[in-house]
């Protein structure tokens, strides 16, 4: 049985791996769960200089969802490089580096310092709906999202996956500029921006007011903009959104995922990517496919 | 650290709404400090994130911990529900816990922060007297809970905000009004009383430990959720804020600003 599935010349050893910012860069949960078994560790999204991020409370739990407005706070790029690839770069799984900016330049600096490290992919974060500037305001603008991905794509050495948001009207004219910008693949769904009011506080949950919504909650729109965008482009899709188990995982491949990422699971077990990736794996085997690649788009039409 | 199914072996009611539970698992009881806690997670899938709960006690010869609890809500009801034999899953132990220091100690909890202080009682009277160790609780009324428990290692002062039982006021008046001698504050509570303990111990030039709260979802320091302000750049953010899950729940409190 083979569980590799390959996204732009890299090859992953399976199809299954962490969400951006929901897994750290992996020191945490390397206490908890083995890295190894992973298809790729993506990690939080990192910006050019150190983010404060947003004020607490940055989440809240909803009705099989979460919202969380973290604001992207991150380390900056130096100590990124300096201490976090180092320790991924240690485990036998290949290492995706979401980066994000407050405008093009930022991007760009973030991408070019990654130019010599090793890093497999770099995911660009297109889709953040809590920060006020860049992120999401790139995302809902086909014009703007072709625009960066071409820049970006200018000075990257490593293959590019622009990350799409829900937040737009139509999935597949974003997946279409990604592709016309030059995206080697695209990966979505990011949050969908949502909101919640403690009613005997009167008051917003989150500090933001609004936050983005991720969790089992979303799994339906996720799956139907998979399967929307992986019919628009040729580049491969990384699905995700409210994936808890390998039958979710499955149901993205089937709609036309080459590969999955698993985020807001992890909170509730932490060792959900690699039950995911063991039970596609059994799955698989029950079946009596030999490649895993066979279940890519695979629902019947 | 580790997540596991643990099993319920024991539980009482000791006040309304406030629940003790003891909970066996060995090597967690082993390993266990005072002011860490657990991520208790809830058995119904429609509440996806861990609750936090610190450590009351714990006794290492028979392999259980003890958390006490107020439902506060649907996952500390669905909690409340749970009986001795059943299965809980549980992550932990999480977070740093106290330090524990030389010189005469003075414990303060206030409302749902009462219950780490008694496990933290029980380890610094391995070194210090009874005479050494005060204790101030804060109860919002009569319904006391853990009071009693902590008689045997320091003596207790109580405050209550309706004045029902001791002092009618905060924690902070109770430590002034009794002119308790302490040479190291450990604390737990409220973010108003936290901040009560702040400036007093600052100003009294006393060091504080204190441990906050904050919402949670990874609970080990990934996610990023769960910061306070710090004076400092902290080494591992590396801006002005550090994880409360992991870098705390306890922290001295000139690191940390409280907003
Ligand atoms: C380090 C730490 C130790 C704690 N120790 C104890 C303890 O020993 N005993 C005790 O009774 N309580 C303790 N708490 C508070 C306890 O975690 C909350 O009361 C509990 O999470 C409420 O869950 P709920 O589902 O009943 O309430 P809901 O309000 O329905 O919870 C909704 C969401 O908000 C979160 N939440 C709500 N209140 C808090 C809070 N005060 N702090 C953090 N998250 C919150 C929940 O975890 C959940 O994700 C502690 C909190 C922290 C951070
Ligand atoms: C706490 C949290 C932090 C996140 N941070 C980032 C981030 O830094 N960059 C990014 O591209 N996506 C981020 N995301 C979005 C996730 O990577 C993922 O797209 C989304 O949560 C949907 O997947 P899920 O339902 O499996 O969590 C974050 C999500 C959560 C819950
Ligand atoms: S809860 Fe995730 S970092 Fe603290």
Redesign the pocket.
């Known amino acids: 049985m083979n569980m590799k599935v390959t996204i732009a010349g890299v090859e992953l050893k399976n199809p299954v791996m962490t ?4 897994f750290g860069s992996g020191a945490e949960y390397a206490q908890l769960t083995d890295l190894n078994k992973l298809g790729a560790v993506v990690t ?2 990192v910006a050019n200089v150190p983010w404060p991020g947003n004020a607490t409370p940055r ?1 809240a739990e909803t009705y099989g969802g ?1 919202l ?1 407005a ?1 604001g ?1 706070q991150n380390p900056g790029i130096d100590l990124f490089v300096k201490r976090d690839l180092p320790f991924l770069r240690q485990f036998d799984t290949k290492v995706i580096v ?1 980066v ?1 900016g407050h405008t093009t330049e930022e991007y760009l600096e973030v991408v070019e310092r990654l130019a010599g490290e090793p890093a497999d992919l770099l ?1 660009i ?1 297109i ?2 709906p809590n920060v006020k500037e860049g992120g999401i305001a790139f995302g809902q603008d086909p014009k703007a999202v072709e625009a960066i991905t071409r820049e970006v794509k200018r000075v990257a050495k490593q293959p590019i996956i622009m ?1 799409l948001s829900p937040n737009v009207t139509d999935i597949t004219v974003m997946a279409k500029a990604a592709e016309a910008g030059g995206a080697d693949a695209i990966s979505l ?3 969908l921006t949502g909101m919640k009011i403690d009613i005997h506080k009167r008051s917003f949950a989150l500090a933001n007011k609004t936050g ?1 919504l ?2 089992p909650a ?1 799994k339906p729109i996720a799956v139907r903009m998979v399967y929307q965008a992986s019919h628009a482009v040729q580049i491969p899709v990384i699905g ?4 808890m188990t390998w039958e979710d995982a499955c149901e993205f491949m089937l709609a036309g995922a080459t590969a999955v ?5 992890n909170f509730v077990n932490p060792n959900a990517a690699v039950e995911i990736a063991e039970g596609l794996e059994q799955y698989a085997k029950e079946l009596g496919i030999s490649e895993i690649r066979e279940l890519i788009g695979a629902v019947k039409e | 650290m580790k997540k596991t199914n643990v099993i319920v072996t024991g539980k009482s009611y000791l006040a309304p709404g406030i629940i003790s539970l003891w909970i066996k698992e060995e090597e967690m009881a082993k390993e266990a400090k005072p002011g860490q806690f657990l991520s208790i997670y809830c058995r119904d899938k429609s509440r996806l994130l861990p609750r936090p709960i610190s450590i009351c006690d714990v006794d290492p010869e028979n392999g259980v911990l003890r958390v006490v609890f107020r439902i506060a809500g649907a996952g500390t009801e669905e909690l409340s529900k749970a009986a001795i034999g059943d299965l809980l899953s549980v992550l932990g132990p999480l977070g740093n816990g106290y330090d524990l220091r030389e010189g005469c100690a003075l414990l303060i909890g206030g409302g749902i922060g009462i219950p780490p202080m008694l496990f933290l009682a029980k380890e610094l009277s391995k070194e210090l007297t009874k005479e050494q160790m005060t204790v101030v609780l804060g109860y919002r009324d009569q319904n006391l809970f853990l009071a009693k428990e902590f008689e045997a290692f320091a003596e207790v002062v109580i405050a209550t905000d309706d004045g029902s039982v001791g002092i009618h006021g905060t924690v902070i008046d109770a430590v002034v009004s009794n002119e308790i001698f302490a040479e190291q504050v450990y604390a737990c509570g409220p973010t108003p009383m936290l901040r009560g303990v702040k400036t007093f111990a600052e100003k009294a030039k006393i060091p504080a430990q204190i441990s906050l709260e904050e919402h949670m ?1 990874c609970g080990i320091g990934a ?1 990023l ?1 769960c910061v306070c302000q710090s004076n400092e750049v902290d080494t591992h953010t590396n801006v002005k804020n550090k994880r409360i899950c992991k870098d705390g729940p306890v922290f001295d409190s000139e690191e940390v600003i409280l907003a």
């Open positions: 969400a951006s910012g929901t939080k999204g989440i979460m969380n973290i992207l979401n994000c995911e974060n889709s953040c990350k769904i990011n949050t983005g991720s969790g979303i995700m959104g409210g994936i990422s698993v985020g807001t699971a | 979802a996610c959720a």
